[in-house]
T-cell receptor, first 113, second 110 residues
Framework: NAGVTQTPKFRILKIGQSMTLQCTQD?????MYWYRQDPGMGLKLIYY???????DKGEVPNGYNVSRSTTEDFPLRLELAAPSQTSVYFC????????????FGPGTRLTVT | GEDVEQSLFLSVREGDSSVINCTYT??????LYWYKQEPGAGLQLLTY?????DMKQDQRLTVLLNKKDKHLSLRIADTQTGDSAIYFC??????????FGQGTELSVKP
């Protein structure tokens, strides 16, 4: 039981490049989330999903896209990377939306230069 | 909108008690949470409290909730060097999504 896994752990992108951050959970959770964490700040919700085929915007969705074709996977896409997207990205999942416990992945540290 | 505020740093000596404070704005939050983040890792749920409770104790952890003042605190008894981490307070909004504070970095000196 691996929990929530994220790849890659680190990535450096040039401005304008695109990439996909991968997130997989093996707990059969319906709810999945993407957060970004900037230095000295709490986590900000980018997108979330309440089940396969359903996604919705969080607090800071601009510049990102998501899809949820399966229960297990919730990839985050950056189409035109900008320096403002330099951050640590965390994926999380939970059994239900009252978020009694969200299980977090180890994070992806992204630098855009 | 909802907002969660925490002080940024706390330094204590090993064996002392640590108290981390948090204020929140959404009085309709059903649950309030404390998460711990160790260096280079994701967040891990430490404990949570239901909004109709005043206090919850879990081994070395005590959570106090003052709903009138919208104030939440986490007390760690007999703080150890392994407790050094960033502690995040979070509330759930009306849609069930989490709103996090900025995090309090706890430094435990031997």
């Amino acid at each position: 039981n691996a929990g929530v896994t994220q790849t890659p752990k680190f990535r450096i992108l040039k401005i304008g490049q695109s990439m996909t951050l991968q997130c997989t959970q093996d707990m059969n959770h319906n709810y999945m989330y993407w957060y970004r964490q900037d230095p000295g700040m709490g986590l900000k919700l980018i997108y979330y999903s309440v089940g396969a085929g359903i996604t919705d915007k969080g607090e800071v969705p601009n510049g990102y896209n998501v899809s949820r074709s399966t229960t297990e996977d919730f990839p985050l896409r950056l189409e035109l990377a900008a320096p403002s997207q330099t951050s640590v990205y965390f994926c999380a999942s939970s059994y239900h939306d009252r978020a009694r416990e969200q299980y977090f992945g180890p994070g992806t540290r992204l630098t855009v230069t | 909108g909802e907002d969660v505020e925490q002080s940024l740093f706390l330094s204590v000596r090993e064996g002392d008690s640590s108290v981390i404070n948090c204020t929140y704005t959404d009085s309709s939050s059903t649950y309030l949470y404390w998460y711990k983040q160790e260096p280079g890792a994701g967040l891990q749920l430490l404990t949570y409290i239901f909004s109709n409770m005043d206090m919850k104790q879990d081994q070395r952890l005590t959570v106090l909730l003052n709903k009138k003042d919208k104030h939440l605190s986490l007390r760690i008894a007999d703080t150890q060097t392994g407790d050094s981490a960033i502690y995040f307070c979070a509330e759930s909004d009306q849609g069930g999504k989490l709103i996090f504070g900025q995090g309090t970095e706890l430094s435990v000196k031997p």
